[in-house]
């Protein structure tokens, strides 16, 4: 992106869409310019929330297998939470990045890995990040 370290942008800074879509974070600032990490991209871990009554604590990373169709996975999913297909996840708030309550998507498939406790989802962003034209960045009050 076209701003940096000049215009107070700081590392780890969140980035949304207008439509206050999880788009990444700021990997890298540099006096003139940022670099973004999309939640895509698997190098990005983020700490999440099943968004409904009773929902649970997750992580939303990239996969390198779903990174071209737009998607990423939830992972750490707790044996006992009730978790569907449709369900919103956003942002948890924890890890001192991502403020709570920021929406990454909706969980579009859920997988069952080798035993009934080791299942994952694969999240469809809200963010089309084929058609990003613009970003806010979230910088923190001083």
């Known amino acids: 992106v076209d701003v940096g370290e000049r215009d107070g942008i700081p590392n780890d800074a ?6 206050k879509g999880l788009i990444g974070r700021v990997s890298l600032s540099d006096v003139t310019s940022a670099r973004v990490v999309s939640i895509i ?17 997750v992580i939303v990373r990239g996969d390198y297998n779903l990174k071209g169709q ?5 992972d750490n999913i707790p044996f006992d ?7 919103v996840i956003e942002t948890s708030g924890l890890g001192g ?6 929406v990454i998507g909706k969980v579009k498939q859920i997988n069952k890995g080798s035993s009934e406790y080791d299942r994952y989802a ?3 962003p809200v963010v089309d990040f084929k058609r990003i034209d613009e970003v806010f960045i979230l910088k923190s009050r001083e």
């Not at 969140?14 to 439509?19: A, H, N, R, Y």
């Not at 939470?81 to 369900?87: I, L, P, S």
């Open 70 to 74: 737009g998607l990423c996975r939830m």
């Open 97 to 102: 990045i991502y403020p709570k309550g920021i």
């Open 14 to 19: 969140p980035v949304i869409t207008s439509g």
């Open 41 to 57: 991209d698997e190098n990005s871990a983020i700490s999440a929330s099943i968004s409904k009554p009773g929902g649970s604590n």
């Open 122 to 124: 694969v999240i469809e």
């Open 81 to 87: 939470a009730n978790v569907e297909v449709g369900d």
